[in-house]
């Protein structure tokens, strides 16, 4: 037996003798960061007394679960398949391309109030529709809340382009009998369109917003204190759902710093403990049982006239031979995301879709690349 598996044996035992639940084993990809590698390994050693970290990096924690990657691609097939074979239950990392239609959700701290709050969504993306990306942010909201254990949690809407109309559909969707509480704004004229000062006083349980609104305030938030340096406080970008996540991943940034991380491996593990995959998937179902989907293809149109795309009018196309995907082209609008990815298997080229950290991504194989910029500048020009 070695040193870390009796380490594992005796917090086991200890757990047992204490009648407490199993620890959470939470992995996190130790490489990538722009903080110094001893800052992530620091933060795991913080979480230890309450979560088993597993270290997927180039170098381990003593008394903790080790996988040696040198890359941040080796570290997320080791994550991925770690995740996939059950040996852990969640995965904290960075810079990781979820699929389309996924998108994050966290909580964070409001000083002024000492409220909580959850926000949705802070990285992915739920929907290329403006307005049903808002709805189902929601959605993924109120699985957080259902999973942090607050019970009828209210919902409000940051007043971005496209909120009324997401607005008028959750409201069409609560009619159903779909349960939605939605929260009343603290300025005079009230409504579940939230201002500024409902955001900064965390007014309702649940908050929705665009991702890259969401990202932007989780970049406030965190790192507002260090002049904009480091990220000191809260627990990073959250964790992805959708119709296609079905393993808790749990996002951070290169410029996460300490607490930060060890904020991110305990909501992570709070959110595998309490099932937040399944409690997803029961307000999906729910959902459309009630008609979201008739509801949102309604409204497309209608309710919300920039969500119009031509992302369905291309023909299908035989998908070429799969191949590894190991590197990225960027700059595609969301818009143009599927007909790019059509573009390229038309021509044989193999292509996957994702939603990296920094926007929409193709993920191709490496000796394809320039064939593949090719046909796309002709595309999209």
């Known amino acids: ?9 005796l917090r086991d035992v200890a757990d047992t003798l204490s009648s407490k639940a199993p620890r959470m084993k939470i992995a996190l990809t130790a490489l990538g960061s722009e903080l110094p590698n001893s800052d992530l390994m620091q933060a795991a050693s913080d979480v230890l007394g309450n979560i088993d970290p597993v270290i997927i990096g180039p170098e381990g924690l003593e008394g903790s679960i080790h996988h ?21 239950d969640g995965a904290v990392t960075l810079h990781y391309n979820f699929a389309l239609g996924t998108t994050t959700a966290t909580q964070i701290h409001s000083v002024a109030s000492g409220r909580r709050m959850v926000l949705s969504s802070t990285t992915g993306s739920s929907d290329a529709r403006r307005a049903d990306a808002l709805v189902k ?15 009828h949690p ?19 969707l609560a009619l159903t009998g779909f349960p939605i509480n939605f929260a009343a704004s603290s300025r005079a004229d009230g409504g579940a369109l939230m201002r500024g000062n409902d955001l900064i006083r965390a007014i309702p349980n649940v908050m929705v917003c665009d991702t890259l609104t969401g990202n932007l305030l989780i ?6 204190l260090s002049g904009g340096e480091v990220e000191t406080t809260g627990c990073g970008y959250g ?15 290169r410029a996460s710093g300490i607490a930060t991380i060890a904020g991110a491996m305990q909501f992570c593990a ?15 179902q729910h959902a459309q049982r009630v008609g979201i989907e008739q509801l949102l293809t309604r409204n497309a149109v209608v309710d919300d006239p920039s969500s119009t795309s031509t992302l369905n009018t291309q023909d299908s196309v035989p998908t070429p031979v799969k191949t590894v995907v190991d590197d990225e082209i960027h700059g595609i609008d969301i818009l143009q995301l599927d007909q790019a990815q059509r573009c390229l298997w038309l021509q044989g080229i193999y292509a996957e879709t994702g939603m990296g950290c920094t926007g929409p991504v193709l993920m191709i194989h490496h000796q394809n690349r320039a064939d593949a910029l090719k046909h796309l500048r002709t595309f999209l020009n």
Request: proline share 2%; charged share 15%; hydrophobic share 50%.
């Open 1 to 9: 037996m070695t040193y870390t598996s009796f380490s594992q044996a």
């Open 68 to 88: 040696h990657a040198n890359t941040l691609a080796q570290a997320h097939q080791i994550m991925e398949r770690l995740l996939a074979n059950g040996d852990i």
């Open 239 to 253: 964790v992805g759902l959708g119709p296609h996540q079905h393993a808790i991943v749990c996002i951070i940034s």
């Open 270 to 284: 709070q959110m595998a403990q309490r099932e937040v995959i399944k409690r997803w998937q029961a307000r999906w």
């Open 219 to 224: 970049k406030l938030w965190s790192a507002g």
């Open 154 to 172: 209210t919902l409000g809407i940051l007043n971005v382009d496209g909120a009324p109309a997401a607005e008028r559909i959750l409201q069409r």
């Open 137 to 151: 942010n929601a959605l993924a909201g109120l699985a957080v809340a259902d999973a942090l254990g607050i019970s």
